[in-house]
């Protein structure tokens, strides 16, 4: 069963919520969070597999699965809330 564009939405937004400690909802969210959201649900959605192949020399990639993750952080960091243990 495929999840539905608002289950990646709302994964997407708990994800953000949990990691920088904010807590943002739905027609509040600031643009650059927005992009963010955007990022995710694109990571979520890539499919994990091979990137490129070739048969000369047998060469293989494999997509980066935290460079959509990587990229919302990003947009996210302005809203990073100072962790002190």
Known sequence: MALTDEQYRAGALAFIN???GCEFVEGEIPADVEIAINHLIMGMKQNPGI?????GDMSKSFFDSNSYEKAAMRYLRPYMKLKIF
Not at 51 to 55: G, I, P, R, T
């Open 18 to 20: 949990r990691k920088i």
């Open 51 to 55: 990137a490129s192949q070739s048969l």
